[in-house]
């Protein structure tokens, strides 16, 4: 028996940004959160959940999928709507669920009309929660652990290169095993070979971003400095090697800090083992 009588109820206000993506019926679910903060895009805000349940069914749905809900400006300005739900935590609420088919976990949503209830107790949900707060490692004898971020689908490790921490992460689904083995031989191969690739994207980027390095640096001189021209030989000794990405379809991405070059923001450098180095670009 749920908290929601159909037959009386009537919601003080119901989500209308995505009126069209939702069913009409507003049903109660009960709903278990994971450990990743929310976000918000526009105005509409979002957490994740790992699984929940149809109150009036009593059936158990193990999707992730979203909770979604229209915020304000000052709740996007303050973050306040990060606190309309807390991380790894069983809610009741009221909701109409999406319409989307073939559903999946990015588009199986709940547009929130009501928390009825926090912290309430449910042990199947309890135990999806238990299994996914459980720790998932690969071991490695040369690159040793790597720990699985199961809310970014990432395994991270990270290696010493030339006396500084370099931070390795493979791209995989949490659910397909055979992607985390393949992803994590990418990465021993990558960093096998990773003199000369670094050799390599420290001259790509150089050849790249110099040009822009020197706009850069001319923009933020006083009228009478004198400008001491970024060479690329410059360029690509000054970059420091950061982070280090590849996936299981064979792609990699890799950063570089900038010694201020850019102000402090990353250097991207984006290739596939099959067709090199395709893109270098700054960021953040």
């Known amino acids: 028996m749920g908290f929601y009588d159909e037959e009386n109820y009537v919601p003080e206000k119901l989500p209308d940004a995505k009126n069209n993506m939702f069913e ?13 903060s929310g976000a918000a895009v526009g105005n509409t805000a979002q957490m994740s959940i790992l699984a929940s349940i149809d109150v009036k069914s009593d059936s158990f749905d193990p999707m992730e999928g979203k909770i979604v809900w229209e915020t304000t400006e000052e709740e996007l300005k303050t973050g306040a709507f990060f606190e309309r739900f807390k991380k790894g935590t069983i809610y009741r ?11 999946n976990q990015y588009n199986n949503m709940l547009s929130l009309v009501k928390v009825l209830e926090e912290k309430t107790a449910d042990e199947r949900l309890e135990s999806v929660l238990n299994e996914y707060r459980k720790i998932v490692t690969i071991d490695d004898d040369e690159l040793g652990e790597f720990t699985l971020d199961k809310d970014l689908e990432m395994f991270e490790g990270s290696i010493q290169k030339d006396g500084e921490k370099v931070v390795l992460y493979l791209e995989v689904d949490k659910d397909d095993q055979e992607t985390w083995k393949t992803a994590h031989e990418n990465m021993k191969r990558f960093i096998s070979e990773l003199d000369i690739r670094d050799k390599d994207m420290r001259e790509f980027s150089a050849e790249a971003l110099t040009e822009l390095a020197n706009d850069w640096l001319e923009d933020s001189l006083e009228d009478d400095e004198e400008m001491q021209e970024i060479t ?3 360029f690509a000794r000054r970059i420091e090697l950061c982070e280090i990405s590849v996936d299981a379809e064979g792609s990699y991405t890799v950063y570089y800090s900038d ?3 850019f102000w402090g923001h990353s250097i991207e450098v ?14 953040g």
């Open 93 to 103: 609420i009221l909701a109409r669920k999406s319409k989307a088919k073939p559903r």
């Open 232 to 234: 690329e030989a410059d």
């Open 270 to 283: 984006y290739g596939t083992f099959d067709e090199g180095i395709q893109s270098a670009n700054m960021v």
């Open 24 to 36: 009409d019926e507003v049903r109660e679910y009960i709903v278990v959160t994971n450990d990743y």
């Open 259 to 261: 010694d201020d070059m």
